[in-house]
């Protein structure tokens, strides 16, 4: 994309209201049939089980959500494990452990790829399943085990999750009355049998932050949006939350405040997009006659963000 092309989307963004906000249209394609299927046994398997973990992206964690399953799973036992902590920034994760804490939800801190967290989680479920222990041994079913379905969309790191909670080597459990020969219990400790689902996403985005913010992490596959637009939007968030990140990863020095300062008469849509190039040049993303290659310039933004060489940063943030 040229730089007459994204002026001209500019342009196009600056005739609507001031209060509405530009996203892309999001085709309905993306969502698969199997999606709806998925969603369908989620809500049988409910029945099933004692306790919902529920795997977040501690960078979004109410983005994260789906909200088509969340009514179903009002009446359980929940506790949010606030995945991928290690691309997160500190504090803000702090700050939603506590919110979570003051809705009653337990949140665990984890990052799955390392492993920290992972005793935590098994920790939460047996302090929250005591209620449901007793109520089993006041039936006479003393000894039965709790039974944990993990929730989570997908690229939050459920897999990896799975894998470190079950340490790869658990005996499946098996088939139990009343469950379809399908589904596999996995013990993860004793007294404590886990059921894994697939990752699933809701057919419509009400809420274009949400989108936005699925489309930054990935969870929204590239092919599905613009990505020049998304690395744009990403970076104006940057350069307003995070601009010591970008300064210090690009070597921009001063840079971003004298272009956000500048009193030359342009938008700041076009301050950002100079910003934009200026990371481009350093990067080498430029194509003959001196043109910004905005294709790669994207790439290199979205990708060192999702791989956390910006440094540790939260899209959705308690204030």
């Known amino acids: 994309m040229d730089m007459y092309q994204k002026r001209k989307i500019r342009a196009e963004k600056k005739m609507k209201s001031e209060d509405e906000k530009w996203f892309p249209k999001i085709s309905i394609s ?16 409910l029945k099933l089980v004692d306790v919902i973990v529920e795997i977040l992206d501690a960078r979004i964690p109410i983005s994260s959500q789906n909200p ?10 929940k506790i949010q494990v606030l995945n991928k902590c290690d691309l997160a920034d500190d504090t803000a994760t702090n700050n939603w452990v506590k ?20 005793r935590d989680v ?44 079950s340490k790869k080597t658990s005996a499946k459990v098996g088939n139990k009355p009343g469950v379809t020969r399908q589904k596999q219990w996995i013990r ?63 070597k921009l020095e001063n840079k971003i405040d004298e272009i956000m ?11 950002y997009l100079s910003i934009l190039d200026t990371i481009a040049k350093k990067r080498g993303a430029i194509v003959s006659g001196g043109r ?7 790439n290199i933004l979205l990708d060192e963000f999702r791989s956390g060489k910006l440094g540790k940063i939260t899209l959705e943030r308690i204030n």
């Open 292 to 298: 910004v290659d905005y294709e790669k310039v994207s």
């Open 30 to 45: 993306w969502y698969p049939g199997h999606m709806a299927k998925t969603k369908r046994q989620i809500i049988e398997d």
């Open 188 to 250: 993860v400790e004793e007294g404590i049998e886990l059921m894994d689902t697939p990752g699933v996403l809701w057919p419509k985005f009400e809420n274009e932050t949400v989108a936005m913010n699925l489309a930054f992490t990935g969870t929204i596959k590239d092919d599905v949006l613009e990505k020049t637009e998304i690395a744009f939007e990403l970076l104006k968030f940057l350069v307003n939350n995070y601009k010591t990140n970008l300064s210090e990863r690009y």
């Open 122 to 165: 098994i920790k939460m479920i047996q302090i929250v399943a005591k209620e449901s222990k007793e109520k089993y041994a006041q039936k006479g079913r003393v000894g039965k085990n709790i039974r944990v379905l993990v929730l989570g969309i997908p690229n939050v790191g459920k897999s990896s999750f799975i894998n470190r909670i």
């Open 68 to 77: 088509d399953i969340q009514k179903y799973i009002k009446e359980k036992d």
């Open 99 to 118: 919110y979570f804490k003051k809705n009653n939800i337990p949140a665990v801190v984890t990052d799955s790829n390392s492993g920290k967290g992972i």
């Open 261 to 271: 300062n500048s009193t030359e008469d342009i938008d700041d849509n076009d301050k």
